[in-house]
């Protein structure tokens, strides 16, 4: 496997095409994309894009969400409301609070540290793409046709753990890659076959932020290269996951 950051992107702002601007990144530079190859994109990229950014003055904190604040005071009850809106039940019941941690359960079934927002600088959050897994069709849809390769697209995220400390990053959106991966193997002394389910986007999303780095260093787009998967357009990052969505 060989991973490489995708050279000489700009700054993304609102209104850019993410596939495009990746399409041209390629073709102006040595990197070269061939089929098979994976894009792991990162998802605060393509909110920029889609101009998901939210001004924390334009929103007001309900009851609900400043109860949590009183458990979890680091967060802005402004930002907690973000979250509950965002999981699309008002009640709150959405929302996991333990000790320090915010998780949510949104919509598809997936649960994310503080629903997946990012809080920008002290007025400013950007919240997930409105739907990852068709941003990422529509980015392998615009390298098939620009640069006549197919390639697979997982869209990341960072996302944090209640037990451990920092963060990591997990798939949320897919195209064209197996959210799975099986194996089998046989047990040498009793012949019995195992079968192992690993979370294969994820695999790759975890990869690819040892590359990406942290927010500003721009490194936002990584291929992989030289791992076996079988092309299946029709993956969904609903294929992963154990809940059904609201």
Same mark, same amino acid.
């Given at each position: %496997?060989? %991973?490489?950051?995708?050279?000489?992107?700009?700054?993304i702002k609102?209104g850019?095409?993410?596939?495009e &601007?990746?399409?041209?990144?390629?073709?102006? #530079?040595?990197?070269?994309?061939?089929?098979?190859?994976?894009?792991?994109v990162?998802?605060?990229?393509?909110?920029t894009?889609?101009g998901?950014?939210? !001004?924390?003055?334009?929103?007001?904190?309900?009851?609900?969400?400043?109860?949590?604040h009183?458990?979890?005071?680091?967060?802005?009850?402004?930002?907690?409301?973000?979250? &509950?809106?965002?999981? =699309?039940?008002?009640?709150?019941?959405?929302?996991?609070v *333990?000790h320090?941690?915010?998780?949510?359960?949104?919509? $598809?079934?997936m649960?994310?540290?503080?629903g997946g927002?990012?809080k920008?600088?002290?007025?400013?959050? %950007?919240? !997930?793409?409105?739907?990852?897994?068709?941003?990422?069709r529509e980015?392998?849809e615009?390298i098939?046709?620009?640069? $006549?390769? #197919?390639?697979g697209v997982?869209?990341?995220d960072?996302?944090?753990?209640?037990e451990k400390?920092?963060?990591?990053?997990i798939?949320?959106?897919?195209y064209g890659?197996?959210?799975?991966?099986?194996? =089998? #193997?046989?047990?040498?002394?009793?012949?019995?076959?195992?079968q192992?389910v690993?979370? *294969?986007?994820?695999?790759?999303?975890?990869?690819?932020?040892?590359? %990406?780095?942290?927010r500003?260093?721009?490194?936002?787009?990584?291929k992989?290269?030289?791992?076996?998967y079988? *092309?299946?357009?029709?993956?969904? &990052?609903?294929d992963s996951?154990?809940?059904a969505?609201?």
């Amino acid at each position: %496997m060989k %991973m490489d950051a995708i050279p000489t992107l700009p700054w993304i702002k609102k209104g850019d095409h993410i596939g495009e &601007i990746i399409a041209n990144a390629v073709t102006r #530079t040595e990197v070269s994309l061939e089929d098979g190859d994976i894009l792991c994109v990162a998802s605060k990229v393509i909110s920029t894009a889609e101009g998901r950014e939210v !001004l924390l003055s334009n929103v007001t904190a309900g009851e609900v969400a400043k109860r949590i604040h009183t458990k979890v005071p680091r967060k802005d009850a402004r930002v907690i409301q973000k979250m &509950i809106d965002v999981t =699309e039940d008002p009640s709150g019941h959405q929302l996991e609070v *333990f000790h320090d941690y915010i998780g949510a359960w949104l919509p $598809n079934g997936m649960r994310l540290t503080s629903g997946g927002i990012d809080k920008i600088d002290a007025e400013t959050i %950007m919240l !997930l793409p409105e739907d990852a897994d068709k941003s990422a069709r529509e980015i392998g849809e615009t390298i098939q046709r620009m640069c $006549n390769v #197919t390639v697979g697209v997982v869209i990341t995220d960072s996302d944090g753990r209640i037990e451990k400390k920092g963060a990591t990053q997990i798939a949320i959106g897919l195209y064209g890659v197996p959210a799975l991966r099986s194996s =089998e #193997t046989i047990d040498s002394l009793t012949g019995e076959v195992k079968q192992s389910v690993e979370t *294969f986007c994820d695999l790759l999303a975890g990869a690819a932020a040892l590359i %990406m780095g942290q927010r500003g260093t721009n490194r936002p787009v990584v291929k992989i290269s030289g791992v076996s998967y079988t *092309f299946n357009a029709e993956s969904t &990052i609903q294929d992963s996951l154990s809940r059904a969505p609201n």
